[in-house]
């Protein structure tokens, strides 16, 4: 029998995956948003059957209070056969990319999680959240206590005395992005500390065994996925197109292409339908513009940009932070933006793994649904979480 975990705050199963990945049991996931559980119920539960999940909770999205309020007396019952508890609240409300609000109603999530823990008392805790929750928000021009200082102490009131936080940037992991994220592990006993030292070291070896390097290049990871491949009706959507496969071009991209039993459209690899002045900008862009940084002021009154954030990728360098917003960047080669598989590609989730629910979203409705971009964007990478999940086992043998 593996190791067992709960995964709360599950979006669409980045964190499972690599869970699943490296040997673990999922017993069940906790999400409240409808389309990213629908991805994730289609991959780890329906697909590789990853979940022993118990009789008494509904295989459905779930929000984490009325989980903790309806089903009380069943968390309470857990206690003793959890070893993890893993996840991380919405981060919106902190991140330096967004409006960073301390009023955002998710930042009260972060309570929820302490109850979860405290109800089912895991052996070890994985806690993930953006670098914002680091900083502290300012109250009368004054600095208040960040929110990962919050968490700590509210995990060491629960009987977590030995709990450790470290900023970690994922593209020093293998993942072509970079992306960094503050990772808390606690313990009921144990070394937590070990956890960062021994994910350091032991992150050349796991990645050699797999033929991957540590560092890589947007490039190496979506060329075989350009528009000038070849173009489909899109499979899925009405009045688009999608593209197919050219030849692997490396490991990486191997690695993510192993068992899609010779597809030959990928999942969600759906164009944009730019309009013709749009494709003629991104032209302009790819020729003129400084890669992986805004593009400037100058250039953006020049062809009459009025978006706040729009980069150029480099092919031979990790990708910026993936954010919710695919129109935030532009591919290096094609002037067009991303795909949702060129997404998932660059937050290391496989060829295999199929996303569910609206492409984009838009006005209101951003704060209330969780589109394919969304999922991604939010997600742990799988390849990341493989390497964290085999680290835990170590803590735990």
Known sequence: MGYKYIDIFAGCGGLSLGLYNSGWEGVFAVEKNDMAFKTLNCNLIRKVKHFNWPEWL????????????????????????????????PCQGFSMAGRRRECDARNKLIHSYIEFVKLVKPKIILFENVKGFTRSFKKKNKKGTPYSEIVLE????????????????????GIPQKRERYIIVGTLAGNANSFFSCLKNKKQPFLQAKGLKTKIGVGAAISDLVKSNALVDCPDTKGFKSGSYSTCKNNYQRHLRVNINNTIIPDSHRFVNHR?????????????????????????????????????LDSRKP????????????????????????????????DWYEFKGNYTTGGKRRTLEVPRYTQIGNAIPPLFAEQAGNVLVNLLD
């Open 154 to 173: 509210g995990l060491k009131e629960i009987g977590y005395t030995d709990a450790k936080g470290e900023l970690i940037d994922f593209s020093k992991y």
């Open 319 to 350: 990708s910026p932070t993936l954010l919710s917003i695919p129109d935030d960047y532009v591919h290096y080669s094609e002037p067009r933006v991303l795909t949702v598989r060129e997404y998932a590609r660059i937050q290391s989730f496989p």
């Open 58 to 89: 509904p295989i459905s999205h779930h929000d984490i209070d009325e989980l903790l309020v309806d089903y009380q007396d069943k968390l309470l019952n857990l206690q003793g056969t959890i070893d993890l508890v893993a996840g991380g609240p």
């Open 276 to 312: 013709p002045d749009t494709i003629n900008i991104y032209r302009q862009l790819i020729k003129h513009a400084i890669r992986n940084v805004n593009v400037d002021d100058e250039l953006k009154e020049e062809y009459g940009i009025t978006k706040r954030n729009i980069t150029v």
